[in-house]
């Protein structure tokens, strides 16, 4: 064990029930995306705390930040979400479905997790510079609502990445792995906001103009394009505001899509297409129809020399040990929930080129500002899909602990490699060129569109009152599993 290694291993072992505490106190906030202010608060507290330079606030985005420790070259970043899911709450270590709070947010893709980590990772770091003398700087960047893909492409385009020369980020999952090469879809977040004119729907429904009438049209004109469009498209839909009550032809409605392609010419071609449906279909029932950009994000991909330092990390750190009673737990899941009983995983997977994804990530844009790596780490059983109430679990659980502990430590190592081997940051940015080619990035955000502040608040001013009743101190003497008088069978 090199000496980096020990220093970390001792550092995450020496805290781990602290952060254990920290990730079950961003569980039980369960904040959705904007409105992560308790999540943003304690993260941003603890950084200070330990000596970080906190910026609240970047890009005009309340729940995003930026803590900075170190100076000079080379600057690496790490960055993370901690926002969580709609409808998805559930109480951790009860494998049926059991909300604390029905029909509340929770988190179901365990992005407080990825908090847990993230803050962890930052700290050992610091700890690895001032005991080993390394130079450099280290930036946590904090990001909200990845679930809407909104934060990290505002950034980038603010210049918040402008003098980073690595970017490293953690996720969890069912494995402990990396990969390089692309690895998910790109995609552009619009709303389509149809105007007509009220009338009575009874008395005199000729002289309005059905606003509805026409977000339904446009929607019924996109499925019928679907068969005339590429195959590796994926478009979906919401109609987010369709008018007051029954009685009132109404004024206004809103869809709001997602377009998902494989890189940015066939997402642009796609949106092309969807404009002109939606033009069509005001057309036709004599509305307007306006639409508004709430975010676009660039595939996301891996620089493979990153991913190479990273996946030797990750083998130095190994799989956590499971104990036989927590496989049982992780088998009565997935029973739970239709699934094959094979447990937590127990091997570490291989190195690979990624096969991209449909799924898609608001790290994208970071990707193709400055070469990234991300790793995959394991609190997950195996099968257990997220945005399900199943995903959540385990998440604030001494099965979730162990992979956050075991994420904590790959994260650190691999920013430490980057920051103490002479030349790799060169090696990782030839590759990255290579990687790039003749490809330019522009963000696809323009430049006059701010971000959606009010996106989730709605949502989150109905549900916080009742879920603040449970929500966790993470100073607190009792743990979280204590407060909410659950007993796990491990």
């Known amino acids: 064990m090199t000496a980096f290694e020990q220093t970390i291993t001792e550092f995450v072992e020496g805290w781990k029930g602290w952060l254990a505490r920290i990730n079950d106190a961003v569980f039980s906030y369960g904040e959705l995306g904007m409105q992560e202010v308790r999540t943003t608060d304690l993260l941003c507290r603890k950084f200070e705390e330990n000596g970080f330079r906190v910026e609240r606030g970047i ?43 029905a029909g ?96 009575h729907a009874s008395v005199a429904p000729w002289e309005g103009i059905s606003a509805l009438d026409a977000a339904q049209l446009m929607n019924v004109g996109f499925d019928m394009m679907r068969e005339h469009l590429p195959v590796t498209q994926r478009t979906h839909h919401v ?11 109404p004024a206004r409605a809103t869809n709001w899509y997602f377009l998902r392609e494989q890189d940015p010419p ?21 509305a307007t129809v306006e639409h508004k950009i709430i975010s676009g994000v660039w595939p996301s991909m891996g620089n493979q020399v990153l991913a190479e330092v990273a996946q030797q990390a990750i083998e130095k750190v190994g799989m956590p040990s499971w104990s036989a ?13 239709g699934l094959k009983e094979v447990g937590m995983p127990s091997q570490i ?52 602990h162990k992979g956050v502990m075991a994420g904590t430590r790959a994260l650190a190592l691999t920013a430490c490699e980057v920051l103490s081997r002479k030349g790799l940051v060169e090696q990782i940015h030839r590759k990255f060129e290579e990687e790039k080619g003749d490809v330019q990035y522009s ?16 949502i989150m001013e109905h549900y916080r009152p009742e879920m603040e009743k449970f929500y966790y101190d993470p100073d607190s003497r009792e743990s979280y599993l204590e407060q909410m008088g659950i007993t796990l069978p491990f």
């Open 59 to 101: 890009g005009k985005m309340p729940t995003a930040f930026l803590a900075s420790y170190g100076s000079g070259k080379p600057v690496i970043a790490l960055t993370t979400e901690y926002d969580s899911t709609p409808g998805t709450s559930q109480k951790p270590g009860i494998p049926v479905e059991d909300p604390i709070v």
């Open 104 to 199: 509340a947010p929770g988190h179901a893709e365990g992005h407080n997790n990825n908090a847990a980590v993230f803050l962890g990772a930052a700290l050992a770091v610091k700890e690895v510079m001032n005991r080993h003398g390394l130079q450099g700087t280290v930036k946590a960047i904090g990001a909200p609502a990845e679930e809407q893909l909104v934060s990290r492409p505002f950034l980038v385009r603010d210049g918040y990445l402008d003098d980073v020369d690595v970017a490293l980020s953690a996720h969890l999952n069912q494995f402990f792995a990396t990969s390089y090469g692309r690895l998910q879809y790109g995609l552009i977040s619009v709303e389509f906001t149809f105007h007509g004119k009220t009338a």
């Open 239 to 249: 109609i987010s505001h369709g008018g007051e009550q029954p009685n009132v032809v």
């Open 266 to 286: 066939a997402m642009l071609k796609l949106f092309e297409t969807v404009k002109r449906v939606a033009q069509g279909a005001a057309l036709i029932m004599g």
């Open 325 to 337: 009673a927590e496989q049982e737990f992780a088998c009565r899941l997935q029973k739970s929930i």
């Open 349 to 400: 997977t291989p190195l690979r080129k990624a096969e991209q994804k449909t799924s898609a990530s608001d790290v994208g844009d970071v990707t193709w500002k400055v070469p990234h790596v991300r790793i995959y780490y394991p609190t997950q059983p195996v099968g257990v899909s997220f945005h399900h109430w199943g995903a959540a679990v385990t998440l604030a659980t001494p099965i979730a």
């Open 443 to 458: 963000c696809l955000i323009p430049p006059e569109v701010d971000p959606p502040l009010e996106l989730n608040r709605t």
